[in-house]
């Protein structure tokens, strides 16, 4: 048994987009759409 692991528990890819690097990418994405438009919402009623 190696160092760190689980028995019985193995490396599976995520359910989402098939791979991790893509499911961080998407992550980060969705957080960056999500910060543009609270700044969009701020300007707009800052008044």
């Given at each position: 048994m190696s160092k760190g692991r689980r028995?019985?528990?193995a490396d599976e890819p995520p359910p989402?987009?098939?791979r991790w690097p893509r499911l961080y990418a998407a992550v980060l994405a969705w957080l960056a759409v999500?910060?543009?438009l609270f700044y969009l919402?701020?300007?707009t009623?800052?008044?």
């Open positions: 028995p019985g528990v989402l987009l098939g999500l910060i543009a919402f701020t300007r009623y800052n008044r």
